[in-house]
């Protein structure tokens, strides 16, 4: 199982901006595909962006153009910067490792509010 620990989150204005980090604790990370996932308040985990161990991303149609994934292997952390934020993209904020053959790990969370 991969340890996975996220930092970075807070209170924030609208408008504003955070970049949230996720360590992990795995040797072979640079193998590994990673993702932001969040969490509202009465509502379903959902992803937020994605970057395979290539490179490639993906994001949620509603962060496209205001967040950025990105990945460090030799620090084995990946990043997301979130830029122009909104009351809505309010949630705990989650980081989470794939790779075949394992079981997904998630990161403990980190909250991020924005409001005035």
Known sequence: QVQLVESGGGLVQPGG???LSCTAST???R???????????GKERELVAAITSGYGTNYADSVKGRFTIS????????YLQMNSLKPEDTAVYYCRSDI????????QGTQVTVSS
């Open 17 to 19: 901006s955070l970049r």
């Open 27 to 29: 040797t072979a990370f």
């Open 31 to 41: 193998f590994y595909d990673m993702g932001w996932y969040r969490q509202a308040p």
């Open 71 to 78: 990945r460090d292997n030799a620090k084995k952390t990946i």
């Open 100 to 107: 075949v053959g394992v079981n997904p790990s998630w990161g």
